[in-house]
């Protein structure tokens, strides 16, 4: 059974948070501030936040940036995983990342069928790896943000979750490249 192992220490991660609207501002963007007041309730430190619009070049560049930003951990990018055509989000995730996590996206719909049935099948949720930095791609929804923070990510970037946990992870995620930890 998951549990909270408290007898290890919690590690806060540094978090970026990304929206993609054409539409939303810092003013009115509540899926980024369900998000935001998610992590840092939760003890992370939410590094960087901000609005790019629903263009895949320009969600490529920031992700990019921030993936080569050492100091960033995690992304947390909320809006434009739908079907419609300015929805591109998970298109440049997909130019970004070097290694898909499948499970994720199939867990959070799994999870979101539970509340809004059938209708979870337009969310392409997604999530990968790159240059050791998490990439999530969330609907854009403040109750699917919600949702994705409760149900998947709360616990999985709490190094004390057990048995496992991506953030016990973030040491080992270059270990494939020239001079990581564990290459040869």
Same mark, same amino acid.
């Given at each position: 059974m998951p549990r909270i192992d408290e007898t290890r220490p919690f590690?806060?991660? $540094?978090? $970026?948070?990304?929206?993609?609207?054409?539409?939303?501002?810092?003013?009115?963007?509540?899926?980024?501030d369900a998000l935001a007041e998610r992590l840092t309730a939760a003890g992370h430190r939410l590094l960087w936040r901000g609005i790019v619009e629903d263009d895949a070049d320009a969600i490529e560049a920031r992700l990019r940036a921030l993936v080569a930003d050492p100091e960033v951990e995690v992304v947390l990018a909320t809006?434009?995983?739908?079907?419609?055509?300015?929805?591109?989000?998970?298109?440049?995730?997909?130019?970004?990342?070097?290694?898909?996590? $499948?499970?994720?996206g199939e867990l959070f719909r799994f999870l979101s069928y539970q509340k809004i049935g059938t209708s979870t099948i337009q969310?392409?949720?997604?999530?990968?790896?790159a240059g050791g930095t998490y990439l999530f791609a969330l609907p854009g929804s403040p109750g699917a943000c919600r949702d994705a923070?409760?149900?998947?990510?709360?616990?999985?970037?709490?190094?004390?979750?057990?048995p496992c946990n991506f953030a016990e992870?973030?040491?080992?995620?270059?270990?494939?490249?020239?001079?990581?930890?564990?290459a040869l």
């Open positions: 590690q806060p991660l $540094a978090v $970026a948070v990304l929206t993609v609207s054409d539409t939303r501002t810092a003013e009115d963007d509540r899926s980024g809006g434009g995983t739908g079907v419609t055509g300015r929805d591109v989000t998970p298109e440049a995730l997909h130019r970004v990342i070097e290694k898909h996590v $499948a499970g994720f969310s392409r949720a997604d999530a990968g790896v923070w409760d149900m998947i990510l709360k616990d999985q970037l709490d190094v004390r979750h057990r992870l973030l040491p080992r995620l270059r270990e494939h490249e020239p001079g990581g930890r564990g």
